[in-house]
């Protein structure tokens, strides 16, 4: 059996100038691991802060709804399994995340996705303001803002692929450009 | 009434509500998994504290970063503050505290003061 190679996987992070990597259970200490070591990423706190803040949007999604869950002793319940990546090019930091949902979910996640891209800064402030309003969603721990909040805090449209997984399962992966000059 | 305390932790803000001044204060960053667990017997505490009417209150938002989900419980208790002075006589000043250059943490304040009809005071330090 051929071992995973540390020295390839290095090589290979280094090549896509990916500063963090995370592949594993969300817990709620993982989330507060990822965070601060973000913080001290970029040399604007505003732009640190951005990605930070879109880095737990994109975490808090695995924890909650990813279709792929384990059980977390510390947390004492299961909990969602997913990657998240901080990389980055001349101009952008470029954050992406990958889990598994169930593909009946695909549809209404790219339509909610297109739409909230589709809107100018007034309208989606309008928007965000307006869907926190709303009663919170049965059966649901998000407050139903996350990719309202990645657009504002990038400044970007949100870029969603999907990948088939399995028969039931797509494979989703979100990705988020932050511009490095505020 | 007793006075309502959390000490702060990485995810969690600290928590300081007492019952005599009608001092509020939330300090630090919010973003437990789980709000609606989390916010539970916060929101019982300030249930009881508006329970009596005619109170001076202040509340004092001095956060560093919060999630989407807080966001949404935020508003839940600046909406309590709202339907305590339009219904029970009660006086609500809400001071927004940001870190300058925070443009960020500055509009989430504006936001939130156009969503309710309360005294907002945005204060940078």
Known sequence: ?182 | MENFHIDGSTYIPRIDFNAETGVLELEGESYHEYTTEFFGPIFSWLEDFLEQAGREVTMNFKMSYFNTSSSRRFLEILTLLEEYQNDKEGKVTVNWYYEENDVDMLESGEEYADDVELTFNLIAY
């Open chain 1, 1 to 182: 059996m051929e071992h995973f190679s540390v020295k390839t996987f290095k090589q290979q992070l280094s090549a896509k100038k990916i500063s963090l990597a995370f592949q594993g259970i969300f817990s709620q200490d993982v989330l507060a691991l990822i965070g601060k070591s973000l913080r001290n990423t970029p040399d604007s706190r505003v732009i640190a802060k951005r990605l930070f803040a879109i880095v737990i949007e994109m975490a808090q999604n695995i924890h909650h709804y990813s279709a792929e869950k384990q059980y977390s002793e510390k947390d004492g319940r299961d909990i969602g399994v997913g990657i998240v990546a901080v990389a980055e090019d001349d101009q952008h930091y470029v954050i992406t995340s990958g889990n598994c949902i169930d593909k009946h979910e695909v549809p209404p996640l790219i339509e909610r996705a297109n739409y909230i891209n589709g809107l100018d800064a007034d309208k989606l402030k309008a928007f965000y303001r307006e869907q926190r309003k709303m009663p919170q969603r049965e059966g649901k721990p998000g407050a139903n803002l996350g990719f309202i909040d990645m657009v504002r805090k990038s400044g970007n449209p949100i870029e969603i692929n999907i990948k088939d997984y399995d028969d039931t399962r797509s494979f989703f992966i979100l990705s988020v450009r932050v511009n490095k000059e505020l």
